[in-house]
């Protein structure tokens, strides 16, 4: 299917802000970049959404290729939409949030991921893009 607009059209995205419990705090899984940009830093899965899906299957998807991790239920959180958020371009990410069971959410690094670990929520990395603005909204939200 082609697509041919009058004007130009922002590239869609979907982020996971993943949480486990961990004593009387949490846990937030997040993924070693692979490639520009921010390659090498820590980020949350996610990725862009495919023409044929939805955003709650994008996000299910992009979670499970790059981290092993099956979520379903993960609830909307926010659509984050700064002009210059993704130096590829003009990018929209629609940002998703859940708590899964430690039982289970063992992770490992695929697809564009070069590797997936879960961080105590009190001593996170810096992090890619704006995704600490994700991070700290969504722990407002379980808290």
Known sequence: MSYTYDYPRAALTVDAVVFRPCGQSYELLLIRRAHYPFEGMWALPGGFINMDETLEQAVVRE???????????????????????????????????????????QVKGGDDAAEAKWFDTDHLPELAFDHIQAVEMALRKIR
């Open 63 to 105: 979670l499970e290729e790059e981290t092993g991790l099956r979520a379903e239920g993960l609830q909307q959180l926010h659509a984050f939409s700064d002009v210059n958020r993704d130096p590829r371009g003009r990018t929209v990410t629609v940002t998703f949030y859940g708590v899964v069971s430690r039982e289970g959410s």
